[in-house]
């Protein structure tokens, strides 16, 4: 058999295990809250490998080994930001928010929880929350669709469409199908393959180039600043700048709804520390492995003398020159997989909402579960379709389109999110007017290319707005202040009544 023979074979066996889960969450997916959280039933592991998984997408496979790759460890910045700002979700949102969300109604979605603990009775919450959702997601997700077409590109010389719509068919169908049961599923087996290949490929590129030391002095004799984090910069104006912006990713997570949704699934808030666990040394692990890979490959390359048109294909042409075809196809179905894990997660998300944040809204009659959940799957293929057309004519890297993304749904969800949780003067009129300033913040900052991602600055404007319009509005319903006290204990796994002073508790 041929080496793509061997690949192709690697891809079809990946394709139908996909597939094959789909199939598994489908017969077990019945009713709205199946489709939308699993039935809250996520056990640690899968809730901290789906979470994940669905997080880090293309770019952990192709758009940071490629960063690396050109710019060095100066890039490593975004790594440590991530890994700092995921350990902190896992610890302060979301033991909080399976409980909030149980408290409140049994909410399914982010912009429900918001709506139900702010007591919106306008519903504006809602709906601004829903069409954020769709803006953002739709961009993220047709990011996804791109990083599956530069595989088949830099993999099998085929066409960028061709792949771009392989990716996109499948994903379609499993998730269409199999619901978030299916997405978190297959997100467990995407995300060991993602790791394994992530360890692999650097492990065996430094074993070729004679182990760790010759590899190390190899790189540093074609760029010695490729091994410093502060190559090129000094820690003052754009390199400073340039620092502060890459550790300013991790605070994105806290409004991520692929992410934190994970947190909503699981069976109780007392999970949350064994899924941290498991989470936390999965994503130090594979960002270890991208960050290697990138790094390594610029000695590997330039030793073998292999032409690298694409800096963000560097772990694929490694994984090609290294290992045998059989496993080399395993490690290219692993980018697939970090991919679709993406993917299938966000069309969720936009799923839910499409059908319970913006069509339930004012309906005197609520529809039947059956209707609900044929809605859901109908509204995962018209976002599909609609990244598709996106995807079709691709601009800038995948990293750039993942950027502005995440920092569309951190500015707009991650300080409410938090200062939902935390803070029990929150009002709705402070969180519409904070996820309001917080989104036209981000597009606004991007457009005057000031190097400061634009994360930061619209994540303090939203946080700032948020506190100043809450303390100028009436304070809120006492109903919700009981609300935000059960929600508490219940997090912190104690009855209700242990805090008999509701407001001694909301320093937190």
């Known amino acids: 058999m041929t080496e793509q023979g061997h690949h192709i074979l690697a891809l079809?066996?990946?394709?139908v295990a996909m597939l094959g889960i789909g199939w598994y969450a489908y017969r077990r997916t019945t009713n709205h809250s199946d489709y939308l959280l699993g039935g809250r039933e996520l056990r640690p592991t899968t809730a901290a490998l789906s979470a994940g998984a669905s997080d880090m997408s293309g770019w952990l496979m192709m758009g940071l080994p490629g960063a690396i790759y050109v710019s060095g460890l100066v890039e490593s910045w975004i790594a440590i930001g991530l890994l700092i700002g995921a350990y902190l979700n896992w610890r302060l949102v979301a033991p909080r928010l399976r409980a909030a969300t149980e408290v409140a109604g049994d909410a399914l979605t982010i912009p429900s929880f918001l709506e139900r603990r702010l007591r919106d009775r306008t519903h504006l919450i809602r709906v601004v929350s829903g069409l954020v959702i769709l803006v953002f997601f739709t961009l993220y997700i047709s990011s996804g669709m791109v990083a599956g077409g530069v595989f088949v590109e830099n993999s099998f010389g085929g066409e960028y469409l061709t792949g771009m719509l392989l990716v996109a068919g499948v994903t379609l169908v499993y998730t269409m199908f199999g619901g978030f049961l299916g997405a978190s599923l297959t997100d467990v087996v995407q995300g060991l393959m993602m790791m394994a290949a992530l360890l692999l490929v650097p492990v065996m590129a430094v074993w070729q180039l004679g182990g760790p030391g010759e590899a190390i002095s190899a790189v540093r004799e074609l760029d010695p600043d490729h091994l410093s984090m502060l190559a090129g910069?000094?820690?003052t104006?754009?390199?400073?700048?340039?620092?502060?912006s890459a550790l300013a990713w991790g605070l994105g997570?806290?409004?991520?709804?692929?992410?934190?949704v994970r947190f909503m699934a699981m069976r109780d808030a007392g999970g949350a520390k064994a899924a941290r666990r498991i989470g936390i040394t999965w994503m130090g692990l594979s960002l270890l492995g991208a960050v290697a890979g990138g790094l390594v490959g610029v000695a590997y390359i330039a030793r073998t003398g292999t032409t690298l048109n694409d800096p963000e294909a560097v772990m694929l042409v490694m994984s090609q020159l290294l290992l045998h075809p059989l496993v080399g196809g395993f490690v290219l179905a692993a980018v697939v997989a970090a991919v679709m894990s993406t993917v299938s997660s966000q069309l969720i998300v936009c799923s839910s909402a499409l059908v319970e944040d913006l069509y339930r809204i004012g309906r005197r009659t609520p529809p039947s579960q059956r209707t609900l959940v044929l809605l859901g799957r109908a509204c995962v293929l018209v976002v599909a379709v609609i990244a598709v057309l996106l995807a079709l004519t691709p601009g800038g890297t995948i990293l750039s389109l993942v950027a502005f993304a995440w920092a569309g749904f951190g500015a707009s969800f991650g300080p409410a999110i938090l200062l939902s949780l935390f803070w029990r003067r929150l009002t709705a009129a402070g969180t519409l007017a904070g996820m309001t300033v917080g989104a036209v913040t981000v597009f606004g900052w991007k457009a005057l290319d000031t190097g400061l991602y634009e994360l930061l600055p619209a994540f303090v404007a939203h946080l700032v707005v948020a506190v100043v319009v809450s303390l100028l509005w009436p304070k809120p319903d006492p109903e919700i202040d009981r609300e935000f006290t059960a929600s508490v204990a219940l997090a912190e796994g104690r009855a209700v009544d242990d805090d008999p002073d509701p407001v001694s508790a909301s320093a937190a």
């Open 237 to 244: 104006g754009g390199g400073l700048t340039a620092i502060v």
């Open 12 to 15: 079809a066996i990946y394709f």
């Open 233 to 235: 910069t000094a820690l």
């Open 253 to 260: 997570y806290f409004g991520q709804p692929h992410v934190i």
